[in-house]
Structures are given as structure tokens and as C-alpha cells.
């Protein structure tokens, strides 16, 4: 019955808050992702720094976001981990190359390969390549065709 009412809150508050719906990107080491508006929630997936988010809607509290991810699905994360200040990827494919420079004619990073769900901070968008710094600070470029962008 929980699950349900959860369901049907999250449902009317995407619906009346869809058209607002704004990036945002993890700013802490780590983030519990709760199934509802509290840490009396279960936590339905943990995250690292960077990782971004379609932000859909808000409890009525206002600490605590409606978000969506990469694959569609909807939690809920506290304000204060996430920031709107810049934009953050991660990466949609199984594994990718990371490379020294914006083209596959530069060599291959030591911070690669990337699997699916690694996170970053994006740094310069190039064409279809993008420049990204990694949580430990290492910086690497990624075709664009292999990350979400929030």
C-alpha cells in the first residue's frame, strides 16, 4: 500500500511540475537515491560525485528533489547533495574509450576504459567530443555519443 501511494504522489508531482524540470549534478563523494521525500524512505540506488540528474519535481517541504537518471526512473535526493552550478555526464554505454584530446587520432587515457554509469563533470563540449574531469581530478575527453549531459 506504500509503494502505491509513493507511486501515486511521485505521479501528480512529475505531472504538475514537468514543465520545470531543470539539471543538476551530484556535488558530494556520495548520495543515497531514497524511493520517497525522506530518509525514512528505502534507498533504491547509491551514487558517486558527478553523477547527473533531470530534476522533475519537489517535495512539499522543498528539501528534497523528484529526480530522473540516465535510464528513466524516478527517486528522490536531498537539495543539499546536488547543484545546478554545472553540467556533469555519464556514461550510457557498456565501456569507451577516454582519450588524451577531442578525436580518435589522440591516444587512449589512463583514466579509461569508462563503464557504464561512471560520472563526470563536463568541461568543454568540442564538436562530438567532450572534455571531463573524473571525481579524483584526472581529465579526459569522451564522444559525445556515449553520455548523458545534464
Excluded at 501515486?8 to 524540470?21: I, K
Excluded at 519535481?57 to 537539495?79: F, H, L, T
Excluded at 555526464?89 to 557498456?94: D, L, M, P
Aim: with cysteine.
Amino acid at each position: 500500500m506504500k509503494k502505491i501511494f509513493v507511486f501515486m504522489a511521485l505521479a501528480l508531482l512529475v505531472l504538475f511540475t514537468a514543465g520545470h524540470a531543470s539539471a543538476l549534478c551530484v556535488n558530494a563523494p556520495k548520495a543515497n537515491l531514497r524511493l520517497g521525500p525522506g530518509t525514512n524512505f528505502e534507498i533504491g540506488w547509491q551514487v558517486f560525485k558527478y553523477m547527473p540528474f533531470k530534476k522533475v519535481g519537489v517535495s512539499r517541504d522543498g528539501n528534497w528533489y523528484a529526480v530522473k537518471d540516465v535510464d528513466g526512473d524516478v527517486m528522490w535526493i536531498y537539495k543539499n547533495l546536488v547543484t545546478e552550478k554545472f553540467k556533469c555526464a555519464v556514461v550510457n554505454a557498456r565501456e569507451i574509450n577516454v582519450r588524451t584530446g577531442p578525436g580518435i587520432n589522440h591516444s587512449k587515457s589512463p583514466m579509461g576504459p569508462a563503464k557504464k554509469y561512471y560520472s563526470y563533470r563536463v568541461l568543454d563540449i568540442r564538436g562530438n567530443w567532450v572534455r571531463v574531469r573524473d571525481e579524483w581530478g584526472s581529465i579526459g575527453w569522451i564522444r559525445r555519443d556515449f553520455l548523458w549531459i545534464q
